[in-house]
């Protein structure tokens, strides 16, 4: 009899992956799923910066054209496309600020440092704080997702282009 409550020890075995990443509770977790969330924004919008600086580093070579964006340089035709710089410009500083800044400072500096700086063993709903993260993730989605939308001409992939003043 004694020896069954030795062994019972259920609750003190690690979680797997999947239930400590995905559904995870705990604040240290939560804050390094936002610095990866953060970090992989932060690609795309450097994405964005490197291609804006291939136009600019070859004066007379167009690659942002009103027949689509290209990424080598070629004869062929190619109408330069001012919108799609400006949608570049725009969305640049939009995933930099609003879907890798502040999400990586406040989310998940904020999560992992905070509750260790005031001695909380957690944060105080840590499954709100767990939801959180996920809606994060379905508004930088759909933020991409946004610049897919046709705009004012009605061009699939145009986007909203309204320049570096969205900052």
Known sequence: MA??????????HRPGFFTRWFMSTNHKDIGILYLFAGGVVGLIAVLFTVYMRLELMHPGVQYMCQEGARFIASDAVCTPNGHLWNVMITYHGVLMMFF?????????????FMPLQIGAPDMAFPRMNNLSFWLYIAGTSLGV??????SGGGDLGTGYGGGWVLY
């Not at 020896?3 to 259920?10: N, V």
């Not at 997702?145 to 046709?150: E, F």
């Open 100 to 112: 890798v800044v502040i999400p990586a400072l406040f989310g998940g500096f904020g999560n992992y």
């Open 145 to 150: 997702a946004s610049m897919l939308a046709p």
């Open 3 to 12: 020896d069954a409550a030795i062994h019972g020890h259920d609750d003190h």
